[in-house]
């Protein structure tokens, strides 16, 4: 993950202009759409997202000055450093009562993103947890953030052999806003939103 993280990141997040603050209102809503009950928003930023999920949900995230931003907000957010931690959600018992995932963002952000997903991923199944919403950028918006580190694609998220013995599966896939994928090498805040559910057969 890049290094680039710190108070002046959070700044950035949080100096949007009106405009796109208001227009990035229909990109949240449509995130929180996604999810049923309480949700762990993992990377969750600012919160803006968070704000809009169920009752009982809540934030992790990597940086230090964005985590104190959001209690300041009296947002439920926790520092986590996955890197430290293996990805695999320790910080939370098992039993966890979290129905929900969105990992919104943050797959670009790392050198190896599916192999951390997969990690989440059993953790997220360790956790009980029942659906999961990864949402990443297109080529045009993957290529204004110098803080992004690898492309992710719609064959990456829904590789057969990568879900293998998650016990997750794609339960939906789409483009938004417009839902083609063409639209993302032009348009920078274009996303890609897959959907996963777990098998009930997992164990």
Known sequence: MSSNFDSRYTQYQLERSPLRKWVRQLYLSRAA??????TLDFGCGIGELLKKLPQGSKGLEYNAATVDYCRSQALDVSAYDGFSDNWSLTVFPAGQK???MVISHVLEHLENPMMVFEKLLHAAARLDIQRVLVIVPGQAGFRIDPTHLTFVDLQM?????GLAGTGFRPMKNSYFPGDLRLIGDWFPYHELQVLYARSPTAS
Request: no cysteine; charged share 20%; aromatic share 8%.
């Open 98 to 100: 979290f129905r929900s």
């Open 157 to 161: 998220l829904t590789d057969g052999a």
């Open 33 to 38: 759409s996604l999810v049923e009950g309480p």
